[in-house]
């Protein structure tokens, strides 16, 4: 895939997991330039429409 992967299994209870509230592996997140949240868990037509309405 040719994006930032991250995987913490030593910080499973802490760490980026519980900043961000991850609570089930997979979780995604779209990140902006300026490190914001923009989107989070989306898959199929919902990613590819949220991918089209930042990159149009």
Known sequence: MPWT????????????MKTYGIRAIPANFLVDPNGI????NLHGD???KKLAELFD
């Open 5 to 16: 992967q991250l995987l913490s299994p030593a910080n499973i209870d802490g760490g980026a």
């Open 37 to 40: 949240i923009v989107a989070k």
């Open 46 to 48: 919902e990613l590819q």
